[in-house]
């Protein structure tokens, strides 16, 4: 199991994001917390992720690479094994 914690405004920089790119689509269900993350959902988030940087564009476009969120999203797509 998985686990990622998402404040208020992780899930409202999602929420703006949307369905515009597959990252943040597959974050959709998520809530502001702590989230369990079960292996087959984490590795939908991966694969997810994956498919947003075929062709050598960045892992979570629209959202700022500087930012906390990024950063947790890079940290849980690297620990998916």
């Known amino acids: 199991m998985y686990q990622l914690e998402l404040t208020e405004n992780d899930i409202k920089t ?11 689509s597959v974050l959709q269900n998520m809530n502001a917390g702590n989230n369990d993350i079960p292996e087959h959902i984490a590795w939908d988030i991966k694969s997810s992720i ?3 940087m075929e062709g050598g564009h960045d892992a979570f476009p629209m959202l700022d690479t500087r930012s906390e969120l990024c950063d947790k999203l890079y940290n849980l797509y690297q620990s998916i094994i």
């Not at 999602?14 to 943040?24: E, K, P």
């Open 14 to 24: 999602i929420a703006f994001v949307g369905n515009r790119y597959q990252w943040s």
């Open 50 to 52: 994956e498919a947003d």
